[in-house]
């Protein structure tokens, strides 16, 4: 039941900007929702009405539409916040970002901007698709140089063979790097390369690698962690200690292993939204194990389950008494900030699984501390 306060204040909302005198709201939260809406339903007020506000002049700069829809996918729930985007698109006719390219490629790539895209691709066609593509290369790009570098720097990134390496053996010798590197020194005279400096990779075992599964779920709440997923998966396959499997969910399951080195593909392929089956993806995953004892299995999710709980449980109790180790992370972003549940965390965890939230440098951590166990 609403208490006096929180009636008013929907009340409010519903009122729009034009009942500031009489009902006002305190700054934070509650104005960003009032502005988000203004943006979109103030529309229906018109020009004329909108000029005798006697606050208009004095508020914030006006959202873009990119903007705006990151308000919206923050500030409300999924369902309210995929109403508001339909309204916008249907009965607004915000479609700056659907029909308009050079809007879009002026506008500054980041993941705001990519979270944007992704939300929306499925409506953009022809030379705006085009565009948007070329913008998330560009954004995931950064992404992947600055999070290659952390898991370089992580414990994961000892363990990798491309590290160089103080051993300098025949065995251990990297003859395409080393060939690459002193390329600029090839002496056509003489038809002969001179070696400034050789290469020599690190040593470890190239057999019997761990096999990484990441089932990322697709649902809308999890944009970012399905973005840093996407990446961290492209540098995962590119390290030879792992052969890393790649699962999008949401009631379906789908296998992307075919362009886990290809985040750009893997985004363009998702489709956000829907329902979430955790046990029928993990059910899948488990499908995948051929070597419980060097296999990890990384679930990216809220947790929350709309199947059967029980056969989640199951299935998960299943995993872990195979040998193999189940990590549920309830968010895999810089910021690792999760929005989950609490009762299905608490029981996976009560399983044996590790459950929580990481940064995608913390997650190569942890994934080398399992490697040496």
Same mark, same amino acid.
């Given at each position: 039941?609403?208490?006096?306060?929180?009636?008013?204040?929907?009340?409010?909302?519903?009122?729009?900007?034009?009942?500031?005198?009489?009902?006002?709201?305190?700054?934070?939260?509650?104005?960003?929702?009032?502005?988000?809406?203004?943006?979109?339903?103030?529309?229906?007020?018109?020009?004329?009405?909108?000029?005798?506000?006697?606050?208009?002049?004095?508020?914030?700069?006006?959202?873009?539409?990119?903007?705006?829809?990151?308000?919206?996918?923050?500030?409300?729930?999924?369902?309210?916040?995929?109403?508001?985007?339909?309204?916008?698109?249907?009965?607004?006719?915000?479609?700056?970002?659907?029909?308009?390219?050079?809007?879009?490629?002026?506008?500054?790539?980041?993941?705001?901007?990519?979270?944007?895209?992704?939300?929306?691709?499925?409506?953009? &066609?022809? +030379?705006? $698709? =085009?565009?948007?593509?070329? #913008?998330?290369?560009?954004? @995931?790009?950064? %992404?992947?140089?600055?999070?290659?570098?952390?898991?370089?720097?992580?414990?994961?990134?000892?363990?990798?063979?491309?590290?160089?390496?103080?051993?300098?053996?025949?065995?251990?010798?990297?003859?395409?790097?080393?060939?690459?590197?002193?390329?600029?020194?090839?002496?056509?005279?003489?038809?002969?390369?001179?070696?400034?400096?050789?290469?020599?990779?690190?040593?470890?075992?190239?057999?019997?690698?761990?096999?990484?599964?990441?089932?990322?779920?697709?649902?809308?709440?999890?944009?970012?962690?399905?973005?840093?997923?996407?990446?961290?998966?492209?540098?995962?396959? &590119?390290? +030879?200690? $792992? =052969?890393?499997?790649?699962? #999008?969910?949401?009631?379906? @399951?789908?296998? %992307?292993?075919?362009?886990?080195?290809?985040?750009?593909?893997?985004?363009?392929?998702?489709?956000?939204?829907?329902?979430?089956?955790?046990?029928?993806?993990?059910?899948?995953?488990?499908?995948?194990?051929?070597?419980?004892?060097?296999?990890?299995?990384?679930?990216?999710?809220?947790?929350?389950?709309?199947?059967?709980?029980?056969?989640?449980?199951?299935?998960?109790?299943?995993?872990?008494?195979?040998?193999?180790?189940?990590?549920?992370?309830?968010?895999?972003?810089?910021?690792?900030?999760?929005?989950?549940?609490?009762?299905?965390?608490?029981?996976?965890?009560?399983?044996?699984?590790?459950?929580?939230?990481?940064?995608?440098?913390?997650?190569?951590?942890?994934?080398?501390?399992?490697?040496?166990?």
């Amino acid at each position: 039941m609403l208490t006096d306060g929180a009636a008013l204040n929907r009340w409010r909302l519903i009122l729009g900007k034009n009942a500031e005198q009489r009902i006002g709201l305190e700054a934070g939260r509650l104005t960003r929702m009032d502005d988000a809406l203004e943006f979109l339903y103030g529309r229906e007020a018109g020009q004329e009405v909108r000029e005798r506000n006697p606050e208009g002049g004095h508020e914030d700069s006006q959202l873009t539409v990119a903007q705006w829809l990151s308000e919206v996918r923050c500030l409300f729930p999924q369902e309210t916040a995929e109403i508001l985007q339909r309204h916008a698109l249907d009965r607004y006719q915000l479609t700056e970002l659907l029909t308009d390219r050079e809007i879009l490629e002026k506008m500054e790539p980041n993941q705001a901007l990519l979270e944007t895209i992704l939300s929306l691709k499925q409506m953009m &066609k022809g +030379p705006v $698709l =085009d565009a948007a593509r070329r #913008i998330v290369s560009q954004v @995931v790009a950064q %992404l992947m140089e600055k999070m290659r570098t952390d898991v370089s720097r992580s414990a994961l990134g000892k363990l990798d063979r491309n590290s160089q390496s103080n051993v300098r053996s025949l065995r251990n010798l990297d003859i395409r790097r080393t060939i690459r590197k002193n390329l600029a020194h090839y002496d056509q005279q003489t038809r002969r390369l001179m070696l400034e400096r050789v290469y020599f990779n690190g040593r470890i075992k190239r057999y019997n690698p761990w096999r990484v599964i990441l089932a990322v779920d697709e649902s809308g709440s999890m944009l970012s962690s399905v973005i840093h997923s996407a990446v961290m998966a492209g540098i995962f396959a &590119k390290l +030879p200690m $792992l =052969d890393t499997r790649l699962v #999008i969910f949401d009631t379906n @399951v789908v296998d %992307l292993s075919g362009y886990v080195d290809d985040p750009v593909e893997t985004l363009m392929s998702i489709q956000l939204g829907g329902g979430t089956d955790i046990a029928k993806a993990l059910g899948y995953c488990e499908s995948l194990i051929t070597m419980p004892h060097r296999t990890m299995v990384v679930l990216i999710s809220d947790l929350c389950e709309g199947g059967s709980r029980k056969n989640l449980y199951s299935i998960c109790k299943d995993i872990l008494e195979s040998g193999a180790k189940l990590i549920a992370l309830t968010a895999l972003d810089e910021t690792a900030a999760p929005a989950y549940d609490r009762t299905t965390a608490q029981e996976i965890a009560n399983l044996g699984a590790y459950v929580g939230a990481m940064t995608p440098a913390r997650l190569a951590d942890f994934m080398a501390s399992v490697m040496r166990e």
